[in-house]
């Protein structure tokens, strides 16, 4: 059996992971593993921008704040100081290396605001195609690294642990149809997010939350996957996959109109159509439920067209060739997009098991509490990705034989027509389930029936992940969607972006408590005594 030793593996192809992956190699030999090509992450279709607070007039403590509100005060506040402290020196070391923002006609960097935040303090790149140009300029320099091997196409299947300690990776080699180990001195998990677990989504159909299933299996510790941020302003159509919006459409100055033309939003919240994404999400929602209409519309009827055209190119071209005016009206309705919760790290990323790490939108950081803030996911990528490569080192001993990691019993194209065939429709009637009973506003009996439902369709499939490489990870997914939808049953309070119509009030500061989950069990614990608020 072929394997594999390096000094460190870093398993996905974002921001978080091309960016460790640059850093680490100044260190030691990294191989990078991506699921597809490193194009096709989450943050390569990113629109939205990166925070940082680099205008004189800002402040950091001024995107502390914003960051610790549309938390909710589930952040960790340590966390949230390490992020918007080390944002703009992150922001100057990328633009060092070449990375270019787009700037106003006096050569200003032009700086956005979004939902949230309370000062222009976004920076773009090709107006709305900031992760695509990030994602880019990273991939370049990985590509240019002699001590980073990439390999593409590649699936993680398992963590390889010894004496408690990760010592490696089984990585599944798509084109080979073989398991792979890995062996490292660390393994970084930058794997994304789960959002591609609800219907409809704004993320790509890899994003099925698989590094923090594996990692859980291991035994590490997944905090408050209950909070999953859906996006207020999905492109609405009548399938899966949602074209994003971005909200720096409205940091622009458009508006949410319900189908009589009025603002809706204008009452809800001081900062109207710029609240926190949880507030905008839940009011498009209720306005919906209250129409019964399918979505709501995003003017720009009174905006300049030429500035808009300049300023969203890749979201006028996308709707132009749906025959829709960006100037005019956008159909619009929320969608899942963000994963709030994830593996929980210390501040340099260290999971609970020694020398596995996590980063990015995988990670829960203590940064994001109950709901993301705008464009914190990219500065997160780089910030702590460069506390990761600064603080993980080299020197484990060599993989030992793998001679305990069976290979695939069903052939790769037995195993591929079953899920074309079979396990996408089970997890697309899964994704269908969870918007529905683990959505946007839940309650006890959707949320039981979810997971009731759930695990059904886990028992059906388990004497198949035995055999089928693509059934296991299917069933992997099953499980993690039933335990995201127990996580959400058993947090009994209103916080971000978990809202329960039939516990609408948010606990007390001294109830304040994050869910940790670890493979079947879930439990709470209170917050760290040194929250400001407990």
């Not at 597809?36 to 990166?50: D, F, K, M, P, V």
């Not at 099925?208 to 594996?214: C, E, K, Q, S």
């Not at 028992?459 to 296991?472: D, F, G, I, M, T």
């Amino acid at each position: 059996m072929k394997k594999w030793q390096y000094d460190y593996v870093v398993v996905g192809s974002g921001l978080a992971g091309l960016y460790s992956s640059y850093y680490l190699s100044h260190r030691g030999t990294v191989a990078l593993i991506a699921q597809g090509r490193l194009e096709e992450s989450n943050s390569y279709h990113a629109q939205g921008g990166i925070a940082a607070s680099i205008d004189p007039a800002d402040s950091v403590s001024g995107h502390y704040l914003d960051t610790m509100t549309a938390g909710a005060d589930l952040n960790d506040p340590s966390a949230v100081r390490l992020l918007t402290r080390d944002a703009p020196e992150r922001i100057r070391e990328i633009m060092e290396m070449g990375m270019t923002f787009d700037r106003h006609r006096d050569g200003s960097l032009a700086l956005g605001l979004e939902g949230g935040h309370h000062h222009h303090r976004i920076l773009h790149a090709g107006g709305d195609d900031t992760g695509h140009h990030l994602s880019a300029f990273m991939i370049k320099q990985v590509k240019q690294s002699p001590r980073i091997t990439r390999f593409e196409n590649h699936e993680a299947m398992d963590l390889i642990t010894d004496g408690g300690c990760c010592r490696g990776i089984v990585v599944y080699d798509k084109e080979q149809h073989a398991l792979v180990p890995f062996g490292a001195s660390a393994v970084i998990l930058a794997t994304g997010g789960c959002g591609a677990l609800f219907s409809p989504t704004t993320n790509p159909p890899s994003a099925l939350g698989d590094g923090m299933a594996i990692a859980a299996e291991a035994g590490a510790r997944l905090r408050d996957m209950e909070f999953m941020q859906f996006h207020p302003t999905a492109l609405y159509t009548s399938g899966d996959r949602s074209f994003l919006i971005s909200e720096a459409v409205r940091g622009e100055g458009a508006v949410l109109l319900n189908d009589s033309g009025e603002r809706f939003m204008l009452g809800q919240h001081p900062l109207a159509d710029l609240a926190p994404r949880d507030i905008v999400a839940r009011a498009i929602f209720r306005e919906m439920q209250k129409t019964g209409a399918p979505h709501v519309w995003l003017s720009l009827r009174h905006l300049d067209p030429e500035r808009i055209h300049k300023r969203f190119p890749t979201i006028s071209e996308h709707l132009d060739r749906l025959g829709i005016d960006i100037t005019d009206r956008i159909p619009v309705a929320p969608a899942a997009h963000y994963t709030v919760g994830g593996i929980e790290t210390d501040l340099e990323g260290r999971t609970s098991i020694p020398g596995l790490y996590c980063v990015g939108e995988a990670a829960s950081t203590g940064v994001m509490g109950a709901n993301r803030l705008a464009s914190n996911s990219l500065i997160e990528c780089l910030v702590f990705s460069k506390r990761i490569a600064d603080n993980a080192k080299p020197g484990s001993e060599p993989l030992g034989e793998p001679g305990t990691y069976p290979q695939p019993a069903w052939s790769r194209e037995r195993s591929l027509e079953w899920y074309e065939r079979e396990g996408k429709e089970i997890e697309l009637r899964t994704a269908r389930l969870m918007t529905k009973l683990c959505g946007i506003i839940r309650t006890d009996s959707e949320l039981r029936s979810a997971t009731e439902l759930i695990r059904r369709e886990e028992e059906q499939l388990a004497p198949l992940a035995s055999k089928n490489v693509y059934a296991r990870m299917t069933l992997r997914r099953l499980h993690l969607s039933r335990m995201i939808a127990q996580c959400a049953l058993m947090r009994t309070e209103s916080r971000g972006g978990h809202w329960r119509a039939d516990f609408p009030e948010t606990l007390p500061p001294e109830e304040t408590y994050h869910s940790i989950l670890t493979s079947d069990r879930i439990s709470h614990e209170l917050m760290n005594p040194d929250h400001p608020h407990s």
